[in-house]
């Protein structure tokens, strides 16, 4: 490959992981923003709620004051003449003037909160507008520079695609239609497959731990079907879908042959949850090599994998112990290939 080929594909790939960083964080702006503000305007009608509460208690009070005070008339004391309901008309008079200010007041600071909130409302609809409008329109254009970079990298001529430099430096500028090619990855040896996994996933922000343990359940789907689609891309088969689900403690996920599932319990570890998926999808790349002759290049390994798949073959942790569970082929290959990512991209766990 000559030095300016090589540049070339650095610096294409370069622009796409930023065009991808790009994409996802104006996604997860979107999402936040929207979800911050719905946040604050439930809390504000709580608020307004619990004010307009207390005015009315403070009205109702001025109002006892004022009926109480105009039914006690003028009650003279047979002896001395003295008007009996003069001390007590002076007690209401005494507690009705703060107790009226007090109203004033709070019908002057509910004033003052409602205009903020008209103006909150009106920045609401704002971004909205922008959530809406704007950030899709702005994402495919970006969508459409990865998309020409993608086009760029699969029409180039001969790059020497067979060796690992080459290999390496191609793998972040896969298109998802590559998913469609039922033998596309098969003959690369798992390391290589496994590096070129981390290179797909590495432009996600979402999957930084700060950001991950920020996200709510429905934004965790989202980016866990992205990992998978983005392996499956990698390994040359068909993407499946992503589960998220309650399980019991003792269980990160499972692959059922139709989809990944995921425990919702073990997933604040964004390590882990990456494991999981990436351990998860090996398993339906096992299970797409078994269903498809000549899909993974190693005979051995496939009959090794159909072997252990029939019923009565497969030995579970339970009830064979963790280490004949992690021995047994389909394992041993799923446990490397996902360790292999999660060590990549966590070198130093992912909390």
Known sequence: MSTETSSSLSVNIQCLEALETLHAALGLFANRGTSCLELYDRKFQSKWSELTHSLHSLQARVDSIKDELASLDYSPDEETGEDLNAERRSELRND??????????????????????EEFQRRTREFAELAGEHVPRSQGILQQHIDAINHYQSIKPNLGANQPSAINMTSAAQSHSDATNPTSGS?????????RGVDSLRGMIQLTPKVWISLNDEERVTVV???????????????VPVVAEKMDSRTYGYFDEHAIH?????????????????????????????KHPMFHSNVEEVASWRNNNIPGNYLSAEKYGQARYKAQ????????????????LYPLGGD
């Open 262 to 290: 995921i425990n919702t319990k073990m997933w604040d570890d964004i390590s882990e949850t990456v494991d999981t998926i990436a351990h998860e999808g090996r398993h339906a790349y096992q299970h797409y090599a078994i």
């Open 329 to 344: 082929p389909i394992e041993a290959d799923a446990w490397t290939y996902a360790s292999a990512i999660r060590l990549r």
């Open 96 to 117: 009705l003037s703060p107790a009226q200010d007090r109203v004033d007041d709070l019908t002057a600071a509910m004033g003052q909160v409602q205009d903020a909130y």
């Open 187 to 195: 003959d690369l040896p798992g390391s290589v497959i496994s590096d």
């Open 225 to 239: 079907q992205e990992i998978e689609y983005k392996l499956a891309n990698v390994q040359g088969r068909p993407a």
